[in-house]
């Protein structure tokens, strides 16, 4: 019988060579194909120029590129591949050898870890099959999150259970948010007993002004500014206060109030109430598609949520 709802698997694969990679994901996108199932590629330059080669520019395997998937903001990714599962045919998956950019920094590599844990709970029900690829040349902490988050180790001797992987929730919960500089300078601007932004609104616009931010990123940057404030307000428990560093090249908000924060690890990763737009809890996930990097932190004073973006 057919399974209707094949649901998620999330597989890892660490490579030495593309001779390596080649071994292993080719036969895994032919026989998916040879069964019905979709075919994508999201790797860097040099693992897709490989596995285009070996399966000979087939017709049906979709390569995506991957600066425009991974290196924009994991809602990106995210909305991507839910997209291609609703494709799927009944009963079948699509299947995936993606190739996550980490970043250059500290603050990227911490996003993108978040999301390769993330998307265990994210998509557990979505007909897709993640062949995730890390070449061994990444730096250790990348592979220790490769390790970490993936059910499903495969090699050249086949597809085993990984003993060392930790549930998603966990693992999240032991992620430490990386430290920024900027924040242990003077604030920009600073509010404390904040019970709306709107009256901070204009202020705030003047100090981007000043720093010459591009007007659309600005906006974004307002936006999310606006959610957390709200959030904090609404939902947490007085007094809110906010912090701006507003300085050529970065902007950077922390909204804080005296409640825990989001109960739930995966916040801020999909609408709170799913497709329903109109339901509320959408504020963390708008911050995530508005801004580059979002951090919540929480301690014995309460809990905080860090926007940042930068331009160039």
């Given at each position: 019988?057919?399974?209707?709802?094949?649901?998620?698997?999330?597989?890892?694969?660490?490579?030495?060579?593309?001779?390596?990679?080649?071994?292993?994901?080719?036969?895994?996108?032919?026989?998916?194909?040879?069964?019905?199932?979709?075919?994508?590629?999201?790797?860097?330059?040099?693992?897709?120029?490989a596995?285009?080669?070996?399966?000979?520019?087939?017709?049906?395997?979709?390569?995506?590129?991957?600066?425009?998937?991974?290196?924009?903001?994991?809602?990106?990714?995210?909305?991507?591949?839910?997209?291609?599962?609703?494709?799927?045919?009944?009963?079948?998956?699509?299947?995936?050898?993606?190739?996550?950019?980490?970043?250059?920094?500290?603050?990227?590599?911490?996003?993108w870890?978040?999301?390769?844990?993330?998307?265990?709970?994210?998509?557990?029900?979505?007909?897709?099959?993640?062949?995730?690829?890390?070449?061994?040349?990444?730096?250790?902490?990348?592979?220790?999150?490769?390790?970490?988050?993936?059910?499903?180790?495969?090699?050249?001797?086949?597809?085993?259970?990984?003993?060392?992987?930790?549930?998603?929730?966990?693992y999240?919960?032991?992620?430490?948010?990386?430290?920024?500089?900027?924040?242990?300078?003077?604030?920009?601007?600073?509010?404390?007993?904040?019970?709306?932004?709107?009256?901070?609104?204009?202020?705030?616009?003047g100090?981007l002004?000043?720093?010459?931010?591009?007007?659309?990123?600005?906006?974004?940057?307002?936006?999310?500014?606006?959610?957390?404030?709200?959030?904090?307000?609404?939902?947490?428990?007085?007094?809110?206060s906010?912090?701006?560093?507003?300085?050529?090249?970065?902007?950077?908000?922390?909204?804080?109030?005296?409640?825990?924060?989001?109960?739930?690890?995966?916040?801020?990763?999909?609408?709170?109430?799913?497709?329903?737009?109109?339901?509320?809890?959408?504020?963390?996930?708008?911050?995530?598609?508005?801004?580059?990097?979002?951090?919540?932190?929480?301690?014995?004073?309460?809990?905080?949520?860090?926007?940042?973006?930068?331009?160039?």
């Open positions: 019988m057919t399974d209707a709802s094949p649901g998620f698997r999330h597989d890892a694969l660490l490579y030495d060579s593309p001779a390596d990679l080649v071994a292993v994901a080719v036969p895994f996108l032919l026989e998916g194909l040879a069964a019905g199932d979709g075919a994508v590629i999201a790797a860097g330059p040099e693992a897709t120029d596995l285009r080669d070996a399966v000979g520019d087939h017709p049906l395997v979709l390569v995506l590129e991957r600066h425009a998937l991974y290196r924009a903001r994991t809602p990106t990714a995210i909305k991507t591949f839910r997209g291609l599962g609703e494709q799927a045919s009944l009963g079948r998956r699509v299947r995936v050898v993606g190739e996550v950019d980490f970043g250059t920094t500290t603050a990227d590599r911490h996003e870890q978040r999301y390769e844990a993330v998307i265990n709970s994210a998509f557990a029900s979505a007909p897709l099959w993640g062949l995730c690829v890390f070449n061994t040349s990444q730096p250790e902490p990348v592979l220790a999150t490769a390790r970490a988050t993936h059910p499903q180790l495969v090699t050249a001797a086949g597809r085993a259970t990984n003993d060392g992987y930790v549930d998603p929730a966990a999240l919960a032991g992620l430490s948010t990386p430290v920024e500089p900027l924040e242990r300078t003077p604030p920009t601007f600073s509010a404390d007993d904040v019970t709306h932004f709107a009256a901070l609104r204009r202020i705030v616009t100090h002004t000043e720093v010459a931010a591009p007007e659309d990123l600005a906006e974004d940057f307002l936006l999310a500014v606006d959610e957390m404030t709200s959030n904090a307000v609404r939902h947490g428990q007085p007094p809110a906010l912090r701006l560093w507003a300085t050529p090249g970065t902007l950077m908000c922390t909204i804080a109030d005296s409640g825990p924060g989001p109960v739930d690890p995966f916040a801020g990763y999909g609408p709170a109430h799913g497709e329903d737009l109109s339901a509320g809890g959408m504020g963390l996930w708008l911050a995530h598609q508005l801004c580059d990097h979002v951090a919540l932190s929480r301690d014995e004073h309460g809990s905080s949520v860090r926007l940042t973006t930068h331009w160039s």
